[in-house]
């Protein structure tokens, strides 16, 4: 079965601050995992996927298939990266993308 | 594009009532998506469509709910009768493929008093 575990509800740091949003997974299968984000009564928006290896809003994510993890970092908070957080896990089967239970991330003044 | 178009955007309605959500998916995705989002239990599943067709709808939460997609631009998801606790922002989503990124719309915050 396919899980997705954010164990964070809440993470509050100063601006400035690294910040490390953890996402854990459990698929037996080879895995694609997502980060989404939700800005203030906004939709959900793909902020990153681990195939693409990219760099979105100085955001990184790393897949550690040996961890079974794909945590979400950034080395200097902004004040406008307070949102919610959506670690995403695609897989074969029926199921779609599983979602994590969501984290937001406050960063303060 | 103008990506996946949702409607309404705020429903308020009373207790009994039925309640058709709307959704509008990005031309040529072939799969579609609802989801609820509580406080309480975060973003949940509800449904999934690829080709209007529906693959899995185990994260229906009861009879009162159903979907349907009548074309490969159209989708609702409707409640009837509705209850307090359906309150939530119901989202569409549409992708690609199964596991291909899932692009959100605006959603829906229904609110039944």
Known sequence: ?109 | DAGVIQSPRHEVTEMGQEVTLRCKPISGHDYLFWYRQTMMRGLELLIYFNNNVPIDDSGMPEDRFSAKMPNASFSTLKIQPSEPRDSAVYFCASAASENQPQHFGDGTRLSIL
């Open chain 1, 1 to 109: 079965a396919q899980r997705v575990t954010q164990p964070e509800k809440l993470l509050s740091v100063f601006k400035g601050a690294p910040v490390e949003l953890k996402c854990n997974y459990s698929y037996s299968g080879s895995p694609e995992l997502f980060w989404y984000v939700q800005y203030s009564r906004q939709r959900l928006q793909l902020l990153l996927r681990h195939i693409s290896r990219e760099s979105i809003k100085g955001f990184t994510a790393d897949l550690n298939k040996g961890e079974t993890s794909f945590h979400l970092k950034k080395p200097f908070a902004q004040e406008e990266d307070s949102a919610m957080y959506y670690c995403a896990l695609g897989g074969t089967g029926r199921r779609a993308l599983t979602f994590g239970s969501g984290t937001r991330l406050q960063v303060q003044p």
